[in-house]
């Protein structure tokens, strides 16, 4: 489930008046509350705007869901991803094979590193993970 309806309310905001700041209908933020749509990434940084709220806290669990998404939405939803579990595992939030792991698929879907790239990471996000226990 996403978490709109509790940042909405932690900022003591109706619906309608969310929906008036984000431009978009009441009805839609009502289905996103009650899991009946799912809240886009483009949507989650909008009310994340509005909220003060991290895009990738609102939309929660929901996470999943992406993984069928249209390209146009999946990579910055990556993007996010990746800077978001590295600047917790560079606070020691998150163990590293995730926030590395989101890193390294960063790089891979932009084709940024070559194979050995590839095996040298990996081995590095093994061998930090090792070292975190």
Known sequence: MNNL????SLAEMSQAK?????????????LVET???KLSFKMAERFGQILHADPLELIG????KF????????LPLVKSLATHYWNAMLADGV???IGGRFMLLWHVMNSDLSDEDL?????LIERMEGDKK
């Open 67 to 74: 993984l069928s998404e249209d390209p146009e939405d999946f």
């Open 61 to 64: 669990d929901e996470i999943l």
């Open 35 to 37: 899991g009946r749509s």
């Open 5 to 8: 309806k509790k940042y909405r």
């Open 18 to 30: 969310l929906a008036e700041l984000a431009g978009c209908n009441q009805s839609y933020i009502g």
């Open 119 to 123: 095996v040298f990471f990996m081995k």
């Open 95 to 97: 163990p590293y094979s």
